[in-house]
């Protein structure tokens, strides 16, 4: 498929290993239709990515998956827009209804299991980041996007962060599904979160887990990957 070695590359050079393989997969599955129906990518058809969902449905895949792969084919169609390569009529597929399996997420207890370990065994920064992790079952490669803006007070008096789309180093797409989302932070891991947002190193920077190195960025990805890993030794 057209530039589809160097949209590799930089998948490879700007997101974690685990999206590369991803990404690699679902290319696979479009060469594999492409081939199938005739079509090169720049002469499908305005149906083709419903044609697409068709496609993988009938390979059993599940609605899950479809989406997953789907968002590695969107970055590769804009890494092909571009190229000059646009899909401007190019209408939205229709998901198959499959019932998703419930999202795993912490109960209380075991909330502030984690959070009273991540407390003891790191610093306030690492042990917030892992706070933040654990209270909204959020990405690893969206923490470190999080802002002191990205906070609200919902109606019922709670808090709820709004998690973007983008990396702003990279611009590339880390939100599930290429999208931005409100979700609400767990209320056992509130305390912590506040304790560093009121103690927290720079606190004139915009990301809530800025850089050591240069406060105007964000962590990096190796970093939020340390304290994970901290966390289960």
Request: glycine fraction near 6%.
């Amino acid at each position: 498929m057209k530039h589809r070695d160097e949209f590799e590359r930089a998948v490879k050079a700007t997101r974690s290993s685990g999206t590369a393989s991803t990404y690699a997969h679902a290319l696979n599955h479009l060469e594999s239709f492409l081939g199938v129906f005739g079509y090169d990518v720049d002469t499908v058809p305005d149906s083709f990515l419903d044609d697409f969902v068709d496609f993988l449905t009938k390979k059993g895949l599940g609605a899950r998956s479809i989406r997953t792969y789907m968002a590695g084919v969107r970055e590769y169609m804009r890494h092909l827009a571009r190229h000059g390569i646009t899909f401007r009529h190019v209408y939205e597929p229709r998901y198959p209804r499959t019932k998703e399996p419930d999202r795993f997420t912490l109960n209380p207890s075991q909330l502030s299991y984690v959070v009273s370990t991540a407390i003891k065994k790191m610093r306030m920064m690492p042990a917030t980041g892992i706070t933040l992790l654990a209270s909204t079952a959020m990405r690893a490669e969206e923490l470190r996007n999080v802002q002191l803006a990205d906070f609200h007070k919902s109606e019922n008096g709670g808090v709820f962060l709004s998690i973007r789309s983008s990396d702003e180093s990279t611009g590339q797409n880390v939100a599930k599904f290429g999208k931005a989302r409100n979700v609400p932070i767990l209320s056992p891991g509130l305390p912590q979160i506040i304790k560093y947002m009121r103690e927290r190193p720079h606190p004139r920077a915009r990301f809530l887990f800025p850089s050591p190195q240069n406060p105007i960025k964000p962590v990096s990805h190796r970093t939020v990957f340390t304290w994970t890993k901290k966390l289960s030794e």
